[in-house]
């Protein structure tokens, strides 16, 4: 359906709009921006899959979908967005370009619409908009009005969180990490991001890092990061990271930065030590504090990190106005520090100079097995949690439960609890394995990626911009 058909549609079902031109403009921010208006004055037709049939959601710009109200309005199994190729294959549109009016397709409306007596919205083309009249949005033939959007009473939820491209993936980060933020994707909108540009702070190997960059992105989706829910993206892929960065940095003092446990554990006894190690907080405050996001789920180790992004977001926000939302550091209660198998004391690490010491999720499991059989144990036989007296076998008991989601409940002999370890963390490590391996081979992982650095930039760049402008940066 051409342009003046679509009109001449809606004219005949008796939608009222007004046509307004701009440039070739893309996303919904940059429409509204572009004419004056809030994303609360903007809607979106989106285009998803239930069971096994499409249909078409029509939300406000400013409202997120709420997965768990969706799911019980429709009463279906599974949901998700369509993709790309989907998307145009229904509308006959290009993704972002969609319609609220899509012969076929029944649509879900959603009530917090009619809040507003116009909202403008897409018509399939970039340089023309509809500003449609809300209430007859009703007439949309086969529609529905349904609430299936988050309450904006309580507080929105945005989950950011970052990992490294350096060494490979441990069990610890699994357990500690990736395992948590899959399982939390359901609420909020949850940003993941491969910091590649933190991992630079130390000396990398260019081949060794874009593989591994890949390598870790492809993991989190074997850990059941699910594209659809929520954002994952390559740091250096959107340049506000680094553009906030800078500006942080000029909000930190050389002070608080000194003070940094991890700043000082890895600069110790090194000849040189790069500027950028030091600076590194600034860069993860810029990360966090682009998406006001209101949790961070970390192990341990980054909380201190996380506080200090505090500080700079409550400076700035002193001297500017509200500008950022204050973080949480979220640290997972069991699980957030996995020990080192030949020295439990210590924190499994990627960069342990020992390799027995931590379990690879791409390693193979048949060494992995060997690892465990050879974890440093303590004195004594009984298999109990006891993290003071017993750390190497608290620290088994621990991998155990977490990974099988079971209490050990086996006796009290040494070899035979690490033989159950064994098993559980080898067929652990063959299924994720195969998930890995599909997804590695499926040939999706660049566009996830791609997507992902757009969306991530839609959000971030109207904060980055917020920002400059608070400064005193002219725009021209
Ligand atoms: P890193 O390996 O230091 O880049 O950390 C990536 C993420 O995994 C961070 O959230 C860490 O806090 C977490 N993490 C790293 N090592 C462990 C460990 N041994 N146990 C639990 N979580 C960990
Ligand atoms: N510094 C974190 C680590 O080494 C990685 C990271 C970078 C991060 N930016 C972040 C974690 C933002 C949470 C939020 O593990």
Known sequence: MNMNDY???LKE???AFIKAEHPDLRTPAEVQSYLGLTLADGLSTMIMKIDDRFIAVIRRDDCRLDFKKLKKELKCKSIRMANDEEFEKITGMPIGAARVYNPNLKTYLDNKLFEKEFLTGGTGSFICSF???TEDLKKIPVSEICDITEDFSKKEKIVFSGIQPSGNLHIGNYIGAVRQW????????????VVDMHAITVSQDPKTLAQRTKEIAAILLAAGIDPQKSLLFVQSHNPDHANLGWVLNC???MGQMSRMTQYKEKSEGKESVSVGLFDYPALMAADILLYDTTEVPVGEDQKQHVELTRDVAERFNAKYG???VLPEPVVPKVGGRVMSLVDPTKKMSKSDANPNGAIGLLEDPKIARKKI???????GNEVKLDWKNKPGISNLLEIYSQISGEQYSGGNNYGEFKLAVADVVEKFLINFQQKYKEISESGKLESVLEIGAKRSYEISHRKLLEVYDKVGFVRL
């Open 7 to 9: 009109e001449n549609k």
């Open 13 to 15: 079902l008796g939608i």
């Open 131 to 133: 500003r449609y009249k």
């Open 182 to 193: 899959a399982a939390g994707q359901d609420e909020g909108l949850n940003i993941f991001c």
């Open 251 to 253: 909000y930190l003092s």
């Open 322 to 324: 509200e500008t950022f």
């Open 373 to 379: 059989m050879s974890a440093v144990t303590d004195s």
